[in-house]
């Protein structure tokens, strides 16, 4: 089974319009997190957002803020005010495990949704 | 200060042979992870070492070593290269093994086998 969905492949934008991109995971651990990263055409992964399992609040960072529903095990990202240079892949990740528990940091990734932000 | 650096950026190889590729962590940096991310898809976990032993592998077949020096840099070796191999490798480091101990990427290796 896919740890992490992401049902969108493509999606289309229009500068300064908000936009949502979903992601859905699977894990039956209690402690885990979850990470948005870009992801240009350049290949580098940047780091975006955080959401840990624990958190009581969403996340935010600047204009993109996590929407994280645990019950229904999804954690979109919602990008306010779409600029052109945020066109890329964005992918969904998670890290399952315990924090503190010395076990590899690895993160799993969904396949990526393509954004394409139009004028 | 820099960030993670990989080299080489591109690379051409074909069936059989052997390749190495390079990552240098971000300065104080000590964990480095490698992904493998084919086209089209997102990255998948290979390794990661930690004050220089391994400490998580993926599910890469034994082709696939790698090793972390003292000065925390790291080394990905594939060996008898397939086709399927070809990919975007990337590095990534952070300060800790545990922890929220986000991951910072490198621009990555692009490495085609033909």
């Known amino acids: 089974a896919q740890k992490i969905t992401q049902t969108q492949p493509g999606m289309f934008v229009q500068e300064k319009e908000a936009v949502t991109l979903d992601c859905t995971y699977d894990?039956?651990?209690?402690?885990?997190?979850l990470f948005w990263y870009k992801q240009p055409s350049s290949g580098e992964m940047i780091f975006l957002i955080y959401?840990?399992?624990?958190?009581?609040q969403n996340a935010t960072e600047g204009r993109y803020s996590l929407n994280f529903q645990k019950a229904r095990k999804s954690a979109n990202l919602v990008i306010s005010a779409s600029q052109l240079g945020d066109s890329a892949m964005y992918f969904c990740?998670?890290?399952?495990?315990?924090?503190?528990?010395?076990?590899?940091?690895?993160?799993?990734f969904g396949t990526g949704t393509r954004l394409q932000v139009t004028l | 200060d820099a960030g993670v650096t990989q080299s080489p950026t591109h690379l051409i190889k074909t069936r059989g042979q052997h390749v190495t590729l390079r990552c240098s962590p971000i300065?104080?940096?000590?964990?480095v992870s490698w992904y493998q991310q084919v086209l089209g898809q997102g990255p998948q976990f290979i390794f990661q070492?930690?004050?220089?032993?391994?400490?998580g592998r993926g599910n890469f077949p034994d082709r696939f070593s790698a090793r972390q020096f003292p000065n925390y840099s790291s080394e990905l070796n594939v060996n008898a290269l397939l086709l399927g191999d070809s990919a975007l490798y990337l590095c990534?480091?952070?300060?800790?093994?545990?922890?929220?101990?986000?991951?910072?990427f490198g621009p990555g290796t692009r490495l085609t086998v033909l």
């Open positions: 894990t039956s651990d209690q402690s885990y997190g």
């Open positions: 300065s104080g940096h000590k964990s």
């Open positions: 990740a998670m890290r399952e495990g315990r924090l503190s528990s010395g076990t590899a940091s690895k993160l799993t």
């Open positions: 070492y930690y004050e220089k032993e391994e400490r």
């Open positions: 990534a480091s952070s300060l800790v093994l545990a922890g929220f101990g986000e991951q910072f």
């Open positions: 959401q840990g399992s624990y958190d009581e």
